[in-house]
């Protein structure tokens, strides 16, 4: 395509009120373009969006048989896809407009210098014609779609998300790696706002569950494969044995005899190591499932339980399942983050414990706080830990942390007496209503002190104890000591150390290593993997409610992505000049997507666009040495007519 | 011309650079008008091929608004669009063409500030030279 093709082109340039024509002559704009040869139609117009303009364009493109229209206006982000839509109802390629930017871009940047800008608009304007001269009726290709979707991991966020996913009419697969479901939440007792405990939460939740026929769980499950694309992904999920046969009918008694049979003990990672466990555990007696599991990891096959209960079942062999889904949530949560040893004496100091097992400690307590043999009677509590860091990676807040800290200090206030809680923070951030917490403990009488960035606190053992100096920025830099039986550590979240999925799904991860959305206002729970949705923690710090408004959302959108059965693909993506190709693979290297493999064409090896992966990014279009690689609505021809036209 | 107007030609990204400078225009920032953008869907996506075309029509500048880290396909980005000026400063040393005229700063979806600096000190450099 040599030769500009277009030559019918109508082209509208817009007052939008005044923003665009107090400071550009629109008038002068529209003078100049209508010079240009293929301009057929020039008109300057109050507001382009206004229904009466859309109609009018509609009208013009029909009577005049007009094969192109640029539009000159605002942003694209805010009316592209009203003048696609116009271009459609009169029956144009929608990818046979373009529009221009000459507001944002032009009248506003430039509003302190109106007859600069009115030049700029001109060469705008011209550009985008050159531009719409060689653009390419693009048609967008359907494919079927599955109404089938994949919910990986079955915490309060992945649970909800099944749910609505069910009542909106998707068949839904919720794959849980841990033989039981509830993820975090399930670790938790009380919580704000409601009282109810974790557990009580994920129980409401998996009743609900178990309700649906549309809705397939697997626990001890993990995805290990997938391929395909939006619509059509093929996935393999492995499932390891429990080793207890399905029927099992437990009984309390005997099961609390099998696991005292057995032989193996090891940490109990549910309680944070502050306890131990045995290779065949159930994390709590309401948990579900609600039979038991043998973790093969530490089992030693020594048959002792075998020996007690016939339904346990050694021989049990891993099980595949292959799914076709249609679109796939990632639910997979967050891990707390672990201090360094020695990081305020964490390891080294043996009262130095972290939040999340402070909150496993009150749940394992009776009617008073004992932690290692000694009554706690003063707890410190060191905030941000590895978050806000100033020089680890952990940049951000983990939003979760100061809430739950305040909360929990609050159910101790009121479960034990005589327990003094001393909070050493950066600033407290109980946005919200959360507020009233930091209230509720403040009169308490807990002592809260801050301290700057550059002097955290320090933990040191003195004598017997433990004292945690700090130097207190709210009574300007005094240096205080307060003893501590228990010193608390702050932890906030991060990414799933195990996080096997990114890499299977290729789903993006951002610079703080979580998942990463495409947009984070205007598209929050996408990313650029179509078909693949994130949501709840594994996107970045999130509390429940907050985990819970996005895995909603990210379910209604996966269930309007397949529900109809059909999909269609942006068309704007790569494409290859056979001829030109001489297969050196720079292109199928640059592409994170695997959207280009090698074919056979007229004897040579060439490279081959896979148009369902294709995202149309473009990182394949610089490294290919004989430029043999385009990218639909953004080609060599296209580019270099703006160019020249913009450069005139 | 001795006095002449550098013209910059600046490549943004659709959804990390190009809302940066729409939010410039929003708040009434200025830069100079010479300044003129052609959105792209990712920086890595820019072929050393259009830059020398804007050189060769008689852009002075080129500026190459980058995603950096925040870009949503991948996190090779940044690395990929580096590996695109350094090629391309090579290309431009054969034909004569000082490689200061061609700059790449990661300008993010809220960075109008950033972008109107860089546009400004663009322009002052490309005046003086």
């Given at each position: 395509m040599a030769m500009e093709e277009k030559n019918k082109i109508g082209v509208y340039i817009c007052h939008c009120g005044s923003n665009i024509s107090d400071y550009v002559d629109v008038e002068k704009v529209r003078e100049e373009v209508a010079k240009i040869k293929h301009v057929s139609i020039s008109k300057t117009t109050m507001f382009a969006c206004a229904d009466a303009t859309q109609n009018e364009i509609v009208q013009d493109i029909q009577e005049n048989d007009l094969d192109a229209i640029v539009v000159a206006s605002c942003s694209p982000k805010l009316h592209l896809d009203t003048f696609k839509n116009v271009a459609e109802r009169a029956g144009l390629n929608p990818y046979n407009y373009v529009q221009i930017n000459i507001r944002e871009q032009c009248s506003w940047a430039h509003s302190d210098k109106p007859v600069q800008a009115t030049e700029k608009a001109i060469q705008l304007v011209k550009s985008g014609i050159a531009r719409v001269g060689y653009s390419e009726a693009l048609i967008k290709t359907k494919i079927s779609a599955e109404n089938v979707v994949v919910v990986i991991g079955a915490g309060v966020s992945g649970m909800r998300s099944a749910i609505e996913l069910a009542d909106l009419g998707s068949y839904v697969y919720l794959i849980e790696r841990e033989y039981f479901v509830g993820g975090r939440v399930s670790q938790w007792g009380e919580l704000f706002t409601t009282n109810e405990t974790g557990k009580e939460i994920i129980s409401r939740l998996y009743h609900k569950l178990m309700e649906y026929k549309n809705i397939t769980l697997f626990t001890g499950a993990e995805i290990i494969s997938s391929t395909g694309t939006v619509g059509n992904f093929d996935i393999q999920v492995k499932i390891r044995p429990r080793y207890i046969k399905p029927g099992c009918k437990v009984d309390p008694e005997k099961l609390q005899k099998v696991i005292d049979a057995c032989p193996v003990e090891i940490p109990d990672v549910f309680n944070f190591n502050l306890t131990t466990c045995k290779a065949i555990y159930k994390n709590f007696e309401s948990e579900f499932p609600e039979i038991?599991?043998?973790?093969?990891?530490?089992?030693?096959?020594?048959?002792?339980?075998?020996?007690?209960?016939?339904?346990?079942?050694?021989?049990?062999?891993?099980?595949?399942?292959?799914?076709?889904?249609?679109?796939?949530l990632i639910n997979t949560g967050y891990d707390p983050y672990e201090p360094k040893t020695g990081e305020f004496g964490y390891k080294e100091i043996e009262n130095v414990i972290t939040l999340p097992q402070l909150k496993r400690l009150i749940e394992l307590s009776g009617e008073e706080l004992i932690y290692k043999n000694k009554k706690i009677q003063n707890i410190g509590y060191i905030y941000c830990v590895g978050s806000r860091q100033k020089d680890g990676e952990n940049k951000y807040c983990s939003r979760y942390c100061c809430t739950s800290t305040i909360y929990t200090s609050i159910v101790i206030k009121n479960k034990y007496k005589n327990i003094h809680n001393y909070h050493f923070d950066k600033s407290i951030r109980t946005y919200g209503k959360l507020e009233l917490l930091y209230r509720e403990a403040s009169e308490n009488g807990d002592v809260f002190l801050q301290f700057w960035d550059e002097d955290p606190p320090v933990v040191s053992r003195n004598g017997n104890g433990t004292v945690v100096s700090i130097k207190d920025m709210l009574t300007n830099g005094k240096e205080l000591e307060v003893d501590c039986d228990l010193v608390v550590l702050v932890t906030g979240m991060v990414p799933r150390q195990d996080n096997k999925i990114a890499d299977i799904l290729k789903a993006p991860i951002g610079r703080d290593k979580f998942f990463n959305e495409i947009h984070p206002k205007l598209r929050p729970v996408e990313t650029v993997i179509d078909g693949v949705l994130i949501s709840g923690a594994c996107q970045g710090p999130k509390n429940i409610s907050e985990s819970l408004k996005s895995s909603l959302?990210?379910?209604?959108?996966?269930?309007?992505?397949?529900?109809?059965?059909?999909?269609?693909?942006?068309?704007?993506?790569?494409?290859?000049?056979?001829?030109?190709?001489?297969?050196?693979?720079?292109?199928?290297?640059?592409?994170?997507f695997d959207a280009i493999i090698k074919v056979q064409s007229n004897g040579k090896d060439v490279a081959e666009i896979v148009e369902a992966k294709c995202k149309g990014g473009g990182m394949c279009l610089p490294v290919c040495p004989e430029n043999a690689i385009n990218l639909k609505g953004y080609t060599d021809n296209e580019m270099e007519a703006m160019i020249t036209a913009l450069a005139d | 011309m001795a006095n002449r107007t550098p013209k910059i030609l600046v490549f943004s990204t659709e959804k990390i650079s190009d809302p940066a400078i729409d939010l410039a225009g929003l708040l009434k920032l200025h830069y100079p008008p010479i300044v003129y953008t052609v959105e792209v869907p990712c920086s890595s996506a820019v072929k050393s091929k259009w830059i020398l075309h804007a050189f060769d029509q008689g852009f002075d500048g080129v500026f190459i608004a980058a995603d950096g880290t925040d870009c949503s396909y991948d996190e090779s980005c940044t690395e990929k669009t580096a590996q695109i000026i350094s090629q391309t400063h090579e290309l431009m040393k054969e034909k004569g063409i000082p490689p200061e005229k061609l700059k790449m700063a990661a300008i993010c979806s809220v960075c109008a500030e950033s972008f109107v600096k860089q546009m400004n000190g663009f322009a002052d450099q490309l005046s003086e030279q």
């Open positions: 038991p599991a043998i973790d093969p990891d530490h089992c030693t096959r020594c048959g002792e339980c075998e020996k007690l209960c016939d339904d346990i079942d050694l021989g049990q062999q891993d099980e595949f399942v292959n799914i076709k889904a249609g679109a796939i959302s990210a379910a209604s959108k996966a269930n309007s992505l397949v529900k109809k059965g059909e999909i269609e693909l942006k068309p704007t993506i790569a494409f290859i000049d056979k001829n030109a190709c001489v297969w050196c693979d720079e292109c199928m290297k640059a592409c994170p | -």
